[in-house]
T-cell receptor, first 113, second 113 residues
Framework: DSGVTQTPKHLITATGQRVTLRCSPR?????VYWYQQSLDQGLQFLIQYYNGEERAKGNILERFSAQQFPDLHSELNLSSLELGDSALYFC????????????FGQGTRLTVV | GENVEQHPSTLSVQEGDSAVIKCTYSDSASNYFPWYKQELGKRPQLIID?????GEKKDQRIAVTLNKTAKHFSLHITETQPEDSAVYFC????????????FGTGTLLAVQP
């Protein structure tokens, strides 16, 4: 157990819908990251927050947004869902902001039908 | 652009043999290079990492080497065991004050008993 908690574990939803994925980082970790893992794209970096502020952005779609709250948990919002958004979404956390081990949660498997 | 190439995509070895996985990165500012192991249906877990001021690092049967000039880094696993079977990902940080990791496409390692 990495100490990073993601909910829900599985999510099935229809195209056009909106979902929210939640992540609680390890106790003491200030930095949170979101990654998307699909069969054809591998692990793709979406976004990083550090102590509530956005720190780095990857190829995150405009339909996706995220935030980190004062209690350091993070949410990833996915809207206008398409079939191609089906993937495993991982949250990870670390103590410091750069060049350090990122601890991954178990992931949320999103299926868009 | 930001890119990490990883080879081979699949690797099959006999138990007890060595396995080598190679990665090449594009961003000369990268200074942190972790390796993650992902078992089927599970989260990626760090197995070893190396920073740019070090050329080699070992941890029991696992070693990583880094050639900053050539922008190459490699994972070496000796005396492989069936439980080493998994997908291995290399990654490179994009430099600066972030932990934005760009991952390779993964290597499926199968250790035959």
């Amino acid at each position: 157990d990495s100490g990073v908690t993601q909910t829900p574990k599985h999510l099935i939803t229809a195209t056009g819908q909106r979902v929210t994925l939640r992540c609680s980082p390890r106790s003491g970790d200030l930095s949170v990251y979101w990654y998307q893992q699909s069969l054809d794209q591998g692990l793709q970096f979406l976004i990083q927050y550090y102590n509530g502020e956005e720190r780095a952005k990857g190829n995150i779609l405009e339909r996706f947004s995220a935030q980190q709250f004062p209690d350091l948990h993070s949410e990833l919002n996915l809207s206008s869902l398409e079939l191609g958004d089906s993937a495993l979404y991982f949250c990870a956390s670390s103590v410091v902001v750069a060049n350090t081990e990122a601890f991954f949660g178990q992931g949320t498997r999103l299926t868009v039908v | 652009g930001e890119n990490v190439e990883q080879h081979p995509s699949t690797l099959s070895v006999q138990e007890g043999d060595s396995a080598v996985i190679k990665c090449t990165y594009s961003d000369s500012a990268s200074n942190y290079f972790p390796w993650y192991k992902q078992e089927l249906g599970k989260r990626p877990q760090l197995i070893i990492d190396i920073r740019s001021n070090v050329g080699e690092k070992k941890d029991q049967r696992i070693a990583v080497t880094l050639n900053k000039t050539a922008k190459h880094f490699s994972l070496h696993i000796t005396e492989t065991q069936p439980e080493d079977s998994a997908v291995y990902f290399c990654a490179a940080s994009m430099g600066g004050a972030t932990n934005k990791l760009i991952f390779g496409t993964g290597t499926l390692l199968a250790v035959q008993p």
